[in-house]
């Protein structure tokens, strides 16, 4: 089965239109589509160097191509599915008579098809019967999920399409590099910096960092691990000055006073001697946010990644509501969802303690009505599992979990405190990994299950504005690799489970439909028919209903209509000053690069562009530590250790080191970073861990 299919690029949440076109002729050398980029309101026809590669992976040369046993040896063997469905079934049903069923555990991702996330979430409490279940977006929507919840009563990244941001006078930018982590989100930026408003604040002069010169705006640059402070300073001030929208505060909001008099001691001197903002710059921002025009203030990642991440995305939006920026046209809040799934992953059930339509597990309500579709009992589904670090803490120990099942992550690159990650998986009795290549994950699995990627397969994504699209097959896959949702049945059928398990993407659809009925994501409304007919589809979406492209335009999502204005206070132990000789490492992405890097360190082009880790240092940094630039250092503290080369620049402040994350083995960054988490969200602590760094000797080898 080979045609041209209207698709959505395999990567970040922005998900650009493309059109794949098979190709006449393939070799082994040469992609089996040609990518062209289609007219869609996020991209406007535009990709990126990520996007217009996509294809070349499908017919990678390391693809997996079988299932993988580990044998006795060691060593992973091809085997047949049969075989190797069979073996985890067999296992599977061990561990769970011997240890119990929360002693199988179940890893998810936020790349997952909505289809395949709310089927992993119905197999992982239904045939496996585990609450053990958690995914890899507790690392990057966790925080700004739970600030919007708590204030709006909805999690929706963006609640507004994101064509509004072309109109913006002003575009607040918090701890996120869109020029480089998705870069036709630029083109909407284009207003703002021609009314010189587009402000960003980040502690490395970024390629976004960048788009303000020349007037089109400002460039904030504070002391890593202080936004919240510099947000209280920015609130106080709108206060102070008497800039707060009065009127929409009475009219829209609960909380006022509280905010007043958690900000009182917050005065923009103080904000300067703590996050080294100038205190006119803080003043002359504030007013800006406040001069009656088109306002947008989004965050992103790096004020999120933190141990007080959801305070501080509360801070950014506590700030918004007080300026009445909310459900005002042309105007708001949002975060910049980062997986190509973030929204639709953690709305259907994949989460440790949610059930499909962002339904809480713990609300009766909830579970009768989603035990009524799966035709269970509502005491068969377990309730509230842990989050993904206290998750894969518990590997292997006593009363933990035995057995895990990977889907969509990358665990080993990925999570926090890595060292921690696979001292734990070497300690498991079964990982099976689903991937479709052999990543760093996969390489330690005792079963590997190759799957069909993107082009190869049907289904729904929800992109970061929550528009619900398609997902369409343009060419057959290899005949060794399977979907995950015949995976998910073959599996259940194997474990004696009775529920449905549909392998038909569109069917399983229309049971996720049914089960997210009346539930804040309600997808009810949307059908296949509506997306192929190129219908925008934003949830909620209720049946009979037109759908939600901009929500809170009269109420909020909370039962009384009112946002909730939440006082945050700045936590001395969350970000701990270094000590002499230490240097604060920041982590983020590359233009070239996405998550781990299982997938774009595969592309010649993209790899050959950044090969390996670097790094970024002030050359002032570099001096007093007598480093060159290129030159070969070592990066560690107490968690573990990281050895790359060096690339200084003038863009990172002098107290501060850069890594990037998609690197494995030893200079994978998540050695250094901590799992500790937000008391809230569960995000962990990613962006501001201390390192010390030392130039290493290189010993040349005679030929």
């Not at 160097?49 to 580990?70: F, N």
């Not at 207003?191 to 705006?217: E, S």
């Not at 369409?472 to 398990?501: M, N, Q, S, Y």
Request: net charge negative; with cysteine; hydrophobic share 40%.
């Amino acid at each position: 089965m080979s045609r041209s299919a209207d698709t959505h690029c395999p990567y970040c949440a922005l998900q650009c239109a493309m059109t794949l076109t098979p190709a006449t002729a393939t070799d082994a050398s040469t992609a089996p589509v040609t990518v062209s980029g289609r007219d869609f309101p996020t991209n406007r026809g535009g990709l990126c160097k990520k996007g217009w590669t996509s294809a070349e992976l499908l017919r990678a040369p390391s693809r997996l191509g079988a299932p993988l046993v580990r044998g006795a040896d060691g060593v992973l063997h091809e085997t047949s599915w049969e075989e190797a469905l069979d073996h985890v079934a067999a296992s599977l049903r061990g561990i769970r008579s011997s240890h119990g069923a929360d002693a199988v555990g179940v890893f998810g991702g936020g790349g997952l098809t909505n289809e395949k996330a709310y089927l992993l979430g119905k197999f992982a409490r239904l045939a496996l019967g585990t609450s053990r279940i958690d995914y890899n977006g507790r690392y990057c929507m966790s925080s700004a999920a739970a600030a919007g919840n708590r204030a709006f009563g909805v999690d929706r990244g963006l609640p507004f399409p994101l064509d509004d941001l072309d109109g913006a006078d002003t575009i607040l930018l918090l701890g996120t590099n869109v020029a480089e982590t998705m870069p036709p989100f630029i083109g909407h930026l284009a207003g703002a910096q021609a009314a010189g408003g587009l402000v960003v604040v980040d502690p490395r002069r970024t390629a976004t960092a960048r788009l303000t010169d020349d007037g089109k705006g400002l460039h904030l640059q504070p002391m890593p691990g202080t936004d919240l402070a510099l947000l209280l300073g920015l609130i106080h001030i709108v206060i102070a000055e008497r800039l707060v929208d009065l009127d929409y505060v009475a009219a829209r909001t609960v909380g006022y006073e509280a905010i007043r008099r958690s900000v009182a001691s917050w005065w923009p001197e103080r904000v300067q001697s703590t996050t080294g903002v100038p205190a006119l710059t803080l003043r002359r921002l504030a007013r800006r946010l406040a001069s009656g025009g088109n306002v947008v203030i989004l965050t992103g990642r790096g004020v999120e990644q933190h141990v007080d991440g959801t305070d501080t995305a509360t801070a950014a939006i506590n700030l918004a509501l007080l300026l009445g920026l909310p459900g005002r046209a042309g105007s708001g809040y949002g975060t910049l969802t980062g997986q190509g799934n973030g929204q639709g992953g953690r709305e259907h059930g994949q989460k440790c303690d949610q059930l499909p339509g962002y339904r809480k597990i713990t609300d009766p309500e909830a579970r009768a009505h989603v035990a009524r579709v799966w035709g269970v009992a509502p005491s068969a589904i377990p309730g509230p599992g842990v989050p993904a670090v206290e998750l894969l803490q518990s590997l292997g120990e006593p009363g933990g979990v035995r057995a895990l099942l990977v889907h969509g992550s990358n665990l080993v690159v990925s999570s926090p405190n890595v060292a921690m990650v696979r001292a734990r998986i070497a300690a498991l009795d079964l990982l099976v990994v689903c991937d479709f290549f052999l990543s760093e994950t996969a390489a330690l699995a005792d079963v590997v299950l190759p799957i069909t990627q993107w082009a190869e397969e049907e289904g729904t994504m929800t992109s970061l504005e929550g528009r619900v699209i398609r997902r369409r097959r343009a060419i057959t896959p290899p005949g060794g690799v399977r979907d995950e949702l015949w995976i998910l049945a073959e599996l259940a059928r194997r474990l004696d489970c009775t529920a449905t398990f549909d392998t038909d993407p569109e069917l399983v659809f229309e049971e996720l439909r049914l089960a997210s009925e009346g539930g804040i994501a309600d997808y009810s409304g949307i059908d296949y028919a509506m997306l192929d007919r190129g219908e925008a589809a934003f949830w909620p979406y209720p049946r009979g209903s037109t759908g939600t492209p901009r929500l809170f335009a009269d109420r909020f999502a909370h039962p009384d209509g009112l946002a909730r204005l939440v006082p945050v206070s700045v936590r001395a132990s969350a970000h701990p000053a270094p000590l002499p000789g230490e240097l604060t490492l920041v982590t983020g992405r590359l233009l070239e690069h996405y998550q781990s890097g299982a997938q774009t360190r595969r592309v010649p082009e993209l790899a050959e562009a950044q090969p390996e880790a670097r790094a970024a240092m002030n050359p002032s940094t570099a001096e007093r530590l007598g480093v060159a630039d290129g030159e070969l250092v070592e990066l560690s503290n107490a968690r573990g250790t990281v050895r790359c080369r060096t690339r200084l620049t003038t863009d990172i402040r002098p107290d501060a080191v850069f890594l990037p994350f998609h690197y494995g083995d030893e200079q994978a960054a998540n050695l250094l970073t901590s799992d500790a988490v937000d008391p809230v969200s569960a995000m962990p602590e990613f962006k501001t861990n201390l390192v010390r760094l030392a130039r290493l000797i290189e010993i040349e080898v005679p030929a």
